[in-house]
């Protein structure tokens, strides 16, 4: 999705857009704290004579609330005792794009800046931009892929909120993991899921029936850090309008049910030489490269440490209460999916590590940067892993050395 190439007239570049397409209305956002995108529409015109370049103007109050647009007190950043002034949305023409399904509409992500033209620091794109910039200094390319799973529930969000979210509907019955007749019967919607993400540029290539009823897993081509995060941001916004225009509620919510499988959000990585685009952990079959084994280090020993940004909210830690197909411990294995951090081998671009701790409520950006500053830290520090975990890693719950943060109070 991202373009490194400079657009060299951008005025000229977002006119040619418009005509060529048409274009009455552009939808622009970016990513706040909790990994929604919000935004405004605007009119072609504004984009065209200032938006482009300029950026438009948004309440910081976006870093000032939570989920449900309840302020959060006694924030530094923001709050009553600075008036919530503004902020500027920049937009990021390399990820502009026809809006799916929406005729005369484009989309747009932006970049957050303070009135003044500097980042704003806690901006997660920008975060996540400043983290690859540290690992290209290195000489490495970060390359990423997001898995989501969600649920379907049958009712749009309206309905369900007038039933107070209560004795919830799921959209087909029954647990049937990789069930190719179920799969069948929700196609209408998975399938257009998947094409919709392909006309904005998102290449999703697998997707199935997960554990829990009306439970779905997609799986996003990898690429570079910037594009995942932004395909990750682009997958959860399209699956929830899709799903509402289909009369269903789609939920990302770690845990909807006690009952009921969790919702993950594993983050698969890798790096490449950014010289001659070679693939750095490729190895053998068995094992990864040297570099790879000491960035997978890296992930096992900030694993504690980040497990705030990798599980955010207070339901976050259902899912990952053992035996969840989670990652529950800071450990690793080789293709062991009981462990946080999973090693997956190979003699190609196919070698990488699997982060398994982060659910599907976490900001994309955040889990990436976080990945990545953890891998980076490995290498500089030359970490060694520890000797991986063969068989079922929820056994390690009990090691208080082991065991992730288990509240969000903990965590933090």
Not at 255 to 265: L, T
Not at 279 to 304: C, D, P, W
Not at 339 to 351: E, H, K, L, N
Request: hydrophobic content about 40%; overall charge negative; some cysteine.
């Amino acid at each position: 999705m991202n373009n490194e190439v400079p657009i060299e007239d951008p005025h000229q570049f977002v006119d040619e857009f418009i005509k060529e397409h048409d274009i009455k209305v552009f939808k622009i956002g970016g990513a706040d704290i909790d990994g929604l995108w919000r935004g405004k529409r605007i009119s072609a015109r504004y984009f065209s004579d200032a938006a482009h370049a300029a950026g438009t103007n948004i309440c910081n109050i976006l870093f000032g609330w939570d989920l449900q647009d309840e302020l959060i007190p006694d924030l530094t950043y923001t709050g009553w005792h600075t008036g919530y002034p503004d902020v500027n949305l920049r937009p990021d023409l390399s990820t502009l794009r026809v809006a799916a399904g929406e005729p005369g509409v484009a989309t747009v992500l932006c970049d957050m800046y303070e009135p003044d033209g500097t980042p704003l620091e806690m901006s997660p794109r920008g975060v996540l931009r400043r983290v690859i910039e540290r690992a290209e200094r290195l000489g490495y390319q970060p390359i990423a892929a997001y898995e989501f799973e969600f649920y379907l529930f049958e009712g749009s969000p309206r309905e369900l909120a007038r039933r107070h979210w209560r004795d919830l509907e799921p959209i087909n019955a029954g647990n049937h993991t990789y069930s190719v007749y179920r799969d069948s019967g929700t196609d209408h919607v998975i399938g257009l899921i998947r094409d919709r993400l392909v006309e904005l540029g998102v290449f999703i290539e697998t997707s199935n029936s997960e554990h829990g009823a009306g439970q779905f897993e997609v799986n996003i081509h990898y690429s570079d850090a910037m594009t995942a995060a932004d395909s990750a941001l682009l997958l959860k916004h399209t699956v929830k309008e899709i799903a509402a225009q289909h009369g269903l509620t789609a939920s990302f919510m770690a845990k909807i049910n006690a009952d009921q499988a969790g919702s993950s959000g594993h983050v698969h990585q890798s790096l490449r030489s950014t010289s001659d685009g070679s693939a750095l952990f490729s190895n053998s079959a068995t094992e990864l490269s040297e570099l790879g084994m000491s960035y997978l280090a890296g992930l096992v020993a900030g694993a504690r440490e980040l497990t705030a940004l990798y599980l955010p909210t207070v339901n976050s830690y259902k899912r990952v209460e053992g035996g969840q197909w989670a990652g529950s411990s800071s450990t690793w294995g080789l293709d062991n999916r009981t462990v946080a951090i999973r090693s997956i081998p190979s003699t190609g671009p196919g070698a990488r590590v699997e982060n398994r701790i982060p659910g599907a409520d976490a900001n994309p950006y955040l889990a990436i940067a976080a990945n990545i500053a953890s891998g980076l830290y490995g290498i500089e520090q030359q970490l060694s892993a520890p000797p991986a975990v063969v068989g079922n890693a929820y056994e390690k719950d009990t090691d208080a050395s082991l065991r992730l943060p288990n509240t969000l109070q903990s965590a933090i």
